[in-house]
């Protein structure tokens, strides 16, 4: 175990449902994120929490909707999600927002919508 | 904000081969430069970085060199096995910024034994 726990590993949701991922780490670490991955193509970078302090929201819909109530847990709550927002949801963890002392990724959710 | 860039997107060589994989980024002020290796199903791992103070550094098989004035950093597998095949994914940023690591786009490894 590595430190940074995702939650559910699986999920397959119908467009019309709510759900939440989380996402928890006990290392002490003060920044969050979290990142999109679909096939062939980069990681996105989705959102970053300092210290519980949103401070980066690169564009992403308002279908995606993140929570950071404290510096361990991190939650991305999905409403409304169209096909395409299928891929894997990853949560990493790191000692700064800059991630400059290298990021502790989770094994990330496999999110389908159908 | 800052881009980075990596090739080739996949690449085979045979066991025993050297592997090459670079990328390039765009802020000059970008300092702290890591590559993550992601097997089949699992996440990504740091395997090795460099700070923008060196132009090289190693780890047994692995390595990375920096060119900070073209602007572009490699990494280099030598005498590369099976369990090296991965996506390799390069990333830069700067430390005293406020923005995360910008990942480039990932390269898929295939080591054929």
């Known amino acids: 175990e590595t430190g940074v726990t995702q939650t559910p590993r699986h999920l397959v949701m119908g467009m019309t449902n709510k759900k939440s991922l989380k996402c928890e780490q006990h290392?002490?670490?003060?920044?969050m994120y979290w990142y999109k991955q679909s096939a062939k193509k980069p990681l996105e970078l989705m959102f970053v929490?300092?210290?519980?302090?949103?401070?980066e929201n690169n564009s992403v819909p308002s279908r995606f909707s993140p929570e950071c109530p404290n510096s361990s847990h991190l939650f991305l709550h999905l409403h409304t999600l169209q096909p395409e927002d299928s891929a894997l949801y990853l949560c990493a963890s790191s000692q700064d927002q800059t991630g400059s002392y290298g990021y502790t990724f989770g094994s990330g959710t496999r999110l389908t919508v159908v | 904000g800052e881009n980075v860039e990596q090739h080739p997107s996949t690449l085979s060589v045979q066991e025993g081969d050297s592997a090459v994989i670079k990328c390039t980024y765009s802020?000059?002020?970008?300092?702290?430069f890591p590559w993550y290796k992601q097997e089949l199903g699992k996440r990504p791992q740091l395997i090795i970085d460099?700070?923008?103070?060196?132009g090289e550094k190693k780890d047994q098989r692995i390595a990375v060199t920096l060119n900070k004035t073209a602007k572009h950093f490699s990494l280099h597998i030598t005498e590369t096995q099976p369990e090296d095949s991965a996506v390799y994914f390069c990333a830069a940023v700067r430390d005293t910024g406020r923005r995360a690591l910008t990942f480039g786009s990932g390269t898929r490894l295939q080591v054929q034994p």
């Open positions: 460099i700070r923008s103070n060196v």
């Open positions: 290392l002490g670490h003060n920044a």
């Open positions: 929490y300092s210290l519980e302090e949103r401070v």
């Open positions: 802020d000059s002020a970008s300092n702290y």
